[in-house]
C-alpha cells in the first residue's frame, strides 16, 4: 500500500531473521529490501531466510546502494561486536540517505548523552544531511534494562536499588564463535574472554545504567565491575556447537554497577553457563534455561521474570525476537517525528495494533 513505510533488513544472522518476521507481520510496514553478505543468501527469498514457510517476493541483495534506495526505514541487523566502526559507518550512510535506522550494534547510543562525542557528531552531521534518525535498541542491552525496570519501579513507593539480570543457558545459542571465543565457554581458565575484559562490560551496559540514572533521578558516581568464572565439572556435549570438555569455562557471571551515594544501587547483571551443573549457587532461571529478570528492592518488594521463546521454542531465539519486536515496533513513531537521535525514554512501546492472530510463524 502506498502509505506503508517501506523498510530494508540489513543482515539475516539472529536478529535479522526475526527482523523480518516482524517487518512482515506489522500493519504499515512494508519489506522493502533484505541485505546479506554471504554470496550464497543472494538471491534467496526473505521468507525462505527468516524461516517464515512462505515467501515475502524479496529477494535478498548484497548491493546496499540499490537496498537503501527508496527505504524510509532501516533495520540494521548485522553485528556490531567485532566490528563497530564498521557498523557505524554504515549506520550513517543509512541516515544519510534519510532513513529512520533502529540498530541493536551501537552500543555507545544506548544512552546517547554519554556516547563518545566524535561519534556523536558524527551521528548528528549524518541527521542533518540526509534527514533520518537513529534509535538504538534490543533486550539486555534494551528493554530489560531499561522500560521494563523503570515501569516496575514506577508502581512502587520508596526504591532502594534496581537489578536486571539476564540468566541463559547459551547451548542454545546459535551463534557458536561468539559463545567460544568473545564469552570464553570451552576455553581454559586462563582465558581472558573479550566481553568481560577490563573496561567492556561497562561499554556495553554502562548507557544502561546512566539511562536508567536519568530516568530515577538519581546520580551515579561510578560504574564498577565484577566478574566471576566457573569451570565445567565435567564434559558435555551440546546439539549447537558440540562438545565443551571439563575443566574448562562453562559460565560467567558479571555485573556492572551502578554507584549512587557510594553503594551498588543500579546494577545489570549477567548469568551465563553452558550446562546447569555449572556454578549452581550463582542464580538461575525459572526452568534453567533463560530468562530476564528485574528486582526492585524498596517498597513494595517487586519481582518480575520474563520468559520469551521462538523458532522451535529456543529461549535465545526468543530473547532476539524481543529485540527485533521493540526495534520494529518503534518504527513508525520514529518515521513521524523530527530527525534526530532517540533514545528509550522517548520512545514508547507502542500497544501491538493489527498483531491479533497474525501470520507471524
Known sequence: MADEIPTLVWGTGNIGRAAIR????????????????DPAKVGRDAGELAGLGRRLGVAATDDVAAALRGARAVVYAASGDVRPDAALADVIRAIRSGAVVVTPALYAFYDPPSAPAGQREQVLTAVAAGGGSLFAS??????????????????????????????????????????????????PMDYEPPMTAPGVPTMVWGGQIRLMARALDVTVTEIEEHVERAPLPESV???????????????VRFEVRGLVGGAARIVVEHVTRIHASVAPRWPQAPDGV???????????????????????GNRSAGGNATAAGRLVGAIGFLVGR????????????????????????
Open 237 to 251: 556435549d551440546t546439539t549447537t556447537m558440540g562438545r565443551f570438555e571439563a575443566g574448562t569455562q562453562g559460565g
Open 22 to 37: 516482524a517487518v512482515a507481520a506489522r500493519p504499515g510496514l512494508s519489506l522493502h529490501a533484505v541485505l546479506v553478505h
Open 338 to 361: 523530527e530527525p534526530g537521535i532517540y533514545d528509550a525514554l522517548n520512545v514508547p512501546i507502542g500497544a501491538p495494533v493489527g498483531l491479533w492472530g497474525g501470520e507471524s510463524q
Open 138 to 187: 534490543g533486550v539486555d542491552p534494551g528493554w530489560a534494562n531499561d522500560v521494563l525496570p523503570l515501569l516496575m519501579a514506577g508502581l512502587g513507593t520508596s526504591i532502594e536499588a534496581v537489578r536486571c539480570q539476564e540468566i541463559f543457558d547459551y547451548s542454545t545459542y546459535d551463534q557458536e564463535d561468539s559463545v567460544r571465543y568473545l564469552v570464553g565457554m570451552g576455553q
Open 290 to 312: 533463560g530468562a530476564h529478570r528485574v528486582l526492585i528492592e524498596g517498597r513494595p518488594r517487586i519481582e518480575v521474570t520474563v520468559e520469551a521463546a521462538d523458532e522451535g
